[in-house]
Protein backbone atom coordinates (compact mmCIF):
# COMPACT_ATOMS: atom_id res chain seq x y z
CA UNK A 1 0.00 0.00 0.00
CA UNK A 2 1.19 3.85 -0.78
CA UNK A 3 -0.12 6.54 1.09
CA UNK A 4 0.18 9.47 -0.80
CA UNK A 5 0.09 13.19 1.34
CA UNK A 6 -0.63 15.96 -0.16
CA UNK A 7 1.68 18.63 -0.46
CA UNK A 8 0.52 22.54 0.53
CA UNK A 9 1.99 24.03 -2.69
CA UNK A 10 -1.18 21.12 -4.50
CA UNK A 11 -3.44 23.52 -4.17
CA UNK A 12 -1.43 25.58 -7.16
CA UNK A 13 -1.91 22.71 -9.14
CA UNK A 14 -5.95 22.09 -8.43
CA UNK A 15 -5.39 26.23 -9.59
CA UNK A 16 -4.06 25.50 -12.68
CA UNK A 17 -6.68 22.89 -13.51
CA UNK A 18 -9.18 25.44 -12.83
CA UNK A 19 -7.53 28.02 -15.21
CA UNK A 20 -7.65 25.57 -17.98
CA UNK A 21 -11.34 25.50 -17.62
CA UNK A 22 -11.29 29.11 -18.32
CA UNK A 23 -8.80 28.67 -21.27
CA UNK A 24 -11.80 25.95 -23.25
CA UNK A 25 -14.08 28.17 -21.60
CA UNK A 26 -12.60 31.10 -23.84
CA UNK A 27 -12.26 28.93 -26.89
CA UNK A 28 -15.75 27.88 -26.88
CA UNK A 29 -17.09 31.14 -26.69
CA UNK A 30 -14.96 32.14 -29.78
CA UNK A 31 -16.04 29.44 -32.01
CA UNK A 32 -19.49 30.37 -30.57
CA UNK A 33 -19.19 34.37 -32.03
CA UNK A 34 -18.41 32.62 -35.04
CA UNK A 35 -20.55 29.87 -35.95
CA UNK A 36 -23.15 33.04 -35.73
CA UNK A 37 -20.87 35.78 -37.24
CA UNK A 38 -20.98 33.54 -40.21
CA UNK A 39 -24.10 31.54 -39.50
CA UNK A 40 -22.77 28.18 -39.25
CA UNK A 41 -25.35 26.19 -37.53
CA UNK A 42 -25.58 23.65 -35.35
CA UNK A 43 -24.70 20.46 -35.92
CA UNK A 44 -22.07 21.83 -38.54
CA UNK A 45 -18.75 20.96 -37.30
CA UNK A 46 -16.71 22.60 -39.75
CA UNK A 47 -17.80 24.76 -42.44
CA UNK A 48 -17.10 23.76 -46.26
CA UNK A 49 -16.28 27.03 -47.44
CA UNK A 50 -15.68 29.27 -44.42
CA UNK A 51 -11.67 28.62 -43.60
CA UNK A 52 -12.11 31.08 -40.97
CA UNK A 53 -14.09 29.49 -38.72
CA UNK A 54 -12.52 26.11 -39.19
CA UNK A 55 -9.37 27.35 -38.11
CA UNK A 56 -11.48 28.88 -34.72
CA UNK A 57 -13.38 25.38 -34.73
CA UNK A 58 -10.29 23.82 -35.26
CA UNK A 59 -7.83 25.87 -32.35
CA UNK A 60 -10.54 24.80 -29.79
CA UNK A 61 -10.94 20.88 -31.23
CA UNK A 62 -7.29 20.40 -30.51
CA UNK A 63 -7.18 21.62 -27.54
CA UNK A 64 -10.02 19.27 -26.20
CA UNK A 65 -7.89 16.51 -28.04
CA UNK A 66 -5.05 16.89 -25.48
CA UNK A 67 -7.08 17.85 -23.01
CA UNK A 68 -6.81 14.54 -21.02
CA UNK A 69 -3.51 14.16 -21.25
CA UNK A 70 -2.84 17.36 -19.62
CA UNK A 71 -5.01 16.82 -16.81
CA UNK A 72 -3.26 13.47 -16.32
CA UNK A 73 -0.05 14.78 -16.52
CA UNK A 74 -0.84 18.26 -14.17
CA UNK A 75 -2.44 15.88 -11.82
CA UNK A 76 -0.09 13.30 -11.13
CA UNK A 77 2.86 14.73 -11.37
CA UNK A 78 1.64 17.80 -9.55
CA UNK A 79 1.71 14.95 -6.67
CA UNK A 80 5.54 14.81 -6.21
CA UNK A 81 6.45 18.07 -7.90
CA UNK A 82 3.60 20.57 -7.52
CA UNK A 83 5.12 23.80 -7.99
CA UNK A 84 7.42 22.88 -11.32
CA UNK A 85 4.32 21.09 -12.57
CA UNK A 86 2.09 23.76 -12.00
CA UNK A 87 4.36 26.47 -13.94
CA UNK A 88 4.89 23.88 -16.35
CA UNK A 89 0.83 23.67 -16.84
CA UNK A 90 0.50 27.40 -17.26
CA UNK A 91 3.32 27.36 -19.50
CA UNK A 92 1.04 25.03 -21.91
CA UNK A 93 -2.24 26.99 -21.13
CA UNK A 94 -0.16 30.34 -22.17
CA UNK A 95 0.66 27.82 -25.50
CA UNK A 96 -2.65 27.65 -26.18
CA UNK A 97 -3.52 30.93 -25.88
CA UNK A 98 -0.88 31.51 -28.15
CA UNK A 99 -1.74 29.07 -30.57
CA UNK A 100 -5.40 29.94 -30.35
CA UNK A 101 -4.86 33.68 -31.29
CA UNK A 102 -2.18 32.75 -33.86
CA UNK A 103 -5.01 30.41 -35.58
CA UNK A 104 -7.43 32.71 -35.27
CA UNK A 105 -5.70 35.10 -37.52
CA UNK A 106 -7.02 32.58 -40.53
CA UNK A 107 -3.65 31.66 -41.85
CA UNK A 108 -3.07 27.81 -40.12
CA UNK A 109 0.81 28.03 -40.01
CA UNK A 110 0.66 30.94 -37.80
CA UNK A 111 -0.61 28.42 -34.74
CA UNK A 112 3.03 27.23 -34.54
CA UNK A 113 3.34 30.69 -32.75
CA UNK A 114 1.95 28.60 -29.86
CA UNK A 115 4.48 25.75 -30.27
CA UNK A 116 6.43 26.60 -26.51
CA UNK A 117 2.86 24.59 -25.17
CA UNK A 118 5.28 20.98 -25.38
CA UNK A 119 8.10 22.85 -23.42
CA UNK A 120 4.78 22.45 -20.36
CA UNK A 121 3.30 19.07 -21.50
CA UNK A 122 7.01 17.52 -21.81
CA UNK A 123 7.77 19.19 -18.48
CA UNK A 124 4.55 17.40 -16.78
CA UNK A 125 5.62 14.35 -18.48
CA UNK A 126 9.28 14.67 -16.41
CA UNK A 127 7.27 15.16 -13.22
CA UNK A 128 4.79 12.34 -14.33
CA UNK A 129 7.32 9.80 -14.91
CA UNK A 130 9.37 11.07 -11.81
CA UNK A 131 6.55 10.33 -9.42
CA UNK A 132 5.76 6.69 -11.03
CA UNK A 133 9.28 6.14 -10.86
CA UNK A 134 9.19 7.36 -6.75
CA UNK A 135 6.03 4.66 -6.66
CA UNK A 136 8.49 1.94 -7.86
CA UNK A 137 10.92 2.61 -5.93
CA UNK A 138 13.59 2.86 -8.92
CA UNK A 139 14.98 5.61 -7.01
Request: aromatic share 16%.
Amino acid sequence: MVAIELLPHYGSVILVGIASAFLLTWQGIQVGKMRKKFKITYPTMYSNDNTLFNCYQRAHQNTLENYPQFLMLLFIGGLQYPLVTAVAGLVWIAGKVSYSLGYYTGDPAKRMRGGYSYIGLLTMLGTSLCFAFKLLEFY
